[in-house]
């Protein structure tokens, strides 16, 4: 059974740096064609892609958020981490994880994890 | 900055079709964006309904399809339901490991 869970901090201050964490089961993060996105969707508004890992360990980001994200792994724990750093109240949104198979589709996603950036 | 934009609202009656697009501010929609729809309702992660232009992903039932209608991606649901009535998404694959989502299209069933 594919799963994926997001944690990280539920509220940040404006210029602090966010870190995520995406712990998977059900999956290698080394399988081939497979990787881990980053999705988030502030409060009723529309989902946003942010960075994306592959198995292969590259990685993509988002062209206009790419000078705040970086994407890593931890695949002896099943974690896939996102850091947005200088973070502004128009980052708050719910941030997802989610499986992307490449060139087909996010199948499975996390349920989301609220971030709030306020002071 | 590429825009993917969809349209904003749509109503359909129980048992009508109704379909849906995604396009591009600059350039035509094809095959090689691997267009892909998603399924939103309230408070609910999204759940994938179609990929690679007209796949449907496992379970989602035949009234859902996907196509290229002119230049852009298309979703049609025929014989809509209740259930149906949800926020959809479309995600273009721009190349380079980098995907695009769409505006969103809110749905209405009445």
């Known amino acids: 059974q594919v799963t994926l869970k997001e944690s990280g901090p539920v509220l940040v201050k404006p210029t602090e740096t966010l870190t995520l964490t995406c712990t998977v089961s059900?999956?290698?993060?080394?399988?081939?064609?497979?990787?881990v996105s980053w999705i988030r969707q502030p409060p009723g508004k529309a989902l946003e892609w942010l960075a994306h890992?592959?198995?292969?360990?590259?990685?993509s980001y988002s062209t206009s958020l790419k000078s705040r994200l970086t994407i890593s792994r931890d695949t002896s724990k099943s974690q896939v981490l996102l850091t947005m750093t200088n973070m502004d109240p128009v980052d708050t949104a719910t941030y997802y994880c989610?499986?992307?198979?490449?060139?087909?589709?996010?199948?499975?996603w996390g349920l989301g994890t609220l971030v709030t950036v306020s002071s | 900055q590429t825009v993917v934009t969809q349209e904003p609202s749509f109503s359909v009656s129980p048992g009508g079709t109704v379909t849906l697009t995604c396009g591009l501010t600059?350039?035509?929609?094809?095959?090689?964006?691997?267009p892909s729809w998603y399924q939103q309702t309230p408070g609910q992660a999204p759940r994938s309904l179609i990929y690679?232009?007209?796949t449907r992903s496992s379970g989602v039932p035949h009234r859902f399809s996907g196509s290229i209608l002119g230049n852009k991606a298309a979703l049609t649901i025929t014989g809509a339901q209740a259930a149906d009535e949800s926020d959809y998404y479309c995600?273009?694959?721009?190349?380079?490991?980098?995907?695009?989502f769409g505006t969103g299209t809110k749905v209405t069933v009445l």
């Open positions: 989610a499986r992307g198979i490449l060139r087909r589709e996010f199948d499975y």
């Open positions: 059900g999956f290698s993060l080394s399988n081939a064609r497979m990787g």
């Open positions: 890992i592959f198995s292969t360990d590259e990685k």
């Open positions: 600059s350039g035509s929609v094809s095959t090689s964006h691997y």
């Open positions: 690679s232009t007209n």
């Open positions: 995600v273009l694959y721009m190349g380079y490991g980098i995907y695009v």
